[in-house]
């Protein structure tokens, strides 16, 4: 793509116009370090419009990492016998959550694997009795990630005002989704979402990066997160994990990921952006940050034997995946933690959209994005 054209899009970008399919294509083609630098710069200032210099935080806690299920790209995937299991109780998660919550932290995520205990048993109340006591007691707002739920069970969660559900699609390919989550429903996962949302929650997507997707999958991940209008949309480098499938894919470069990261911000200029701390650790945090993310995920305390998801050890027990630690790096980039207050309010403001969107959508019914429509 010519200089010309670059800055055209970025230009049109920083005044509210969003790449097109096909300018999101160009941009996620681009290689040279100069250009990537300049897509980065900009996602930064598309960033700065809305959010100022302020940054979110949310606090990690893997309650359990069990699961019955075999994704590829997971070291928790049921058969891996390398992969430490283990689950908090009631009493060990309330304890975690109220250290993050003294830390600073803006959000509580509570995630676990599709555990047999809880989604075979139906034992959801677990869930349920976790939620409410993290609520109550450090009086944050709570994202549960528990993979596919069913819609009653979720509609129990936002009756809970359980404030946000995470569920990744990991592509938006549905040829390709099958080789990763193997042996599980593409459309149930996104009609999940959807539930969760019309339900009144906020809802996460994400993708992961360097699975054999191609740029035009890439670009229509963030086409669909886009068009979806997910309260939060992430992109992760594949971790090749021991034991698994995947185990011998090559690293993706973190190139690709912070380009990703730029575009999503370019293309939902006003929405929450991750930079995890779960695929680099805290050396990886500026770089992310870099990109225009503005949501610092995967704060683990150390010493609770917890694990990470995609790094199940790294910077965790020497405290490096802590509030401390994050704030030193950002302060060095002029940038700072956002008052509990400004989170609150972006939510808030969310919320309402979506029960107005909703509301219109009920009476003007549209297509969810399906790339087959987009050719
Ligand atoms: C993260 N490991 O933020 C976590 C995780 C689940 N809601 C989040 C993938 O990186
Ligand atoms: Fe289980 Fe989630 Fe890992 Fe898949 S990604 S194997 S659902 S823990």
Redesign the pocket.
């Known amino acids: 793509m010519s200089q010309h054209r670059l800055s055209d899009i970025l230009l049109k970008a920083i005044q509210g116009v969003s790449p097109s399919r096909e300018e999101t294509i160009q941009l996620l083609s681009l290689e040279d370090p100069a250009s990537i630098q300049l897509v980065m710069s900009t996602a930064q200032k598309v960033r700065r419009q809305h959010f100022g210099n302020r940054l979110f935080m ?1 606090g ?1 806690i ?1 309650l359990s990492t069990y699961c019955r299920n075999h994704c590829a790209f997971c070291f928790y995937r049921k058969t891996n016998k390398q992969s430490p299991r283990y689950r908090k109780n009631l009493a060990e998660v309330e304890g975690i959550a109220c250290g993050l919550a003294d830390s600073g932290v803006h959000l509580i ?1 509570l ?1 676990l694997g599709e555990d047999p205990l809880i989604h075979d048993t139906g034992n959801f109340h677990i869930l349920f009795q976790m939620i409410e006591r993290v609520k109550d007691e450090t009086g944050l707002p709570v ?1 549960i ?1 528990p993979g596919v739920v069913s819609e009653e069970i979720l509609q129990h969660f936002a009756e809970m005002k359980t404030d946000w559900y ?1 569920l ?1 699609q990991e592509t938006h390919n549905s040829v390709l989704f099958k080789k990763l989550r193997i042996g599980q429903s593409f459309e149930d996962r996104n009609k999940k979402r959807n539930a969760a949302r019309r339900a009144g929650m906020l809802v ?1 997507d ?1 993708i992961l990066l360097g699975v054999g997707e191609t740029i035009s999958d890439r670009a229509d991940s963030i086409m669909a997160m886009k068009q979806n209008n997910v309260d939060q949309a ?1 992109a ?1 480098s594949l971790v090749p994990q021991p034991e698994t499938p995947a185990a011998d894919m090559p690293c993706p470069s973190r190139m690709i990921e912070c380009l990703c990261i730029a575009v999503m911000r370019l293309a939902m200029p006003d929405r929450l952006i ?1 930079a ?4 680099d650790g805290i050396k990886g945090l500026k770089m992310r940050l870099e990109a225009g993310a503005n949501v610092i ?2 704060i683990i305390p150390p010493n609770n034997r917890l694990a ?3 790094q199940s050890v790294l910077d965790i027990e020497q405290g490096l995946r802590t509030v401390s630690e994050v704030k030193k790096v950002i302060t060095a980039m002029g940038l700072t933690i956002a008052g509990g207050n400004v989170y609150e309010s972006w939510m808030a403001k969310r919320k309402e959209m979506t029960a107005r969107r909703e509301h219109l959508g009920s009476l003007y019914p549209s297509q969810t994005y399906s790339p087959d429509l987009h050719p």
């Open positions: 949310y990690f893997y995520d995630t994202m990630s995470a990744y996460e994400g992430r992760m991750p995890s701390l779960d695929v995920t995967s990470g998801v995609s």
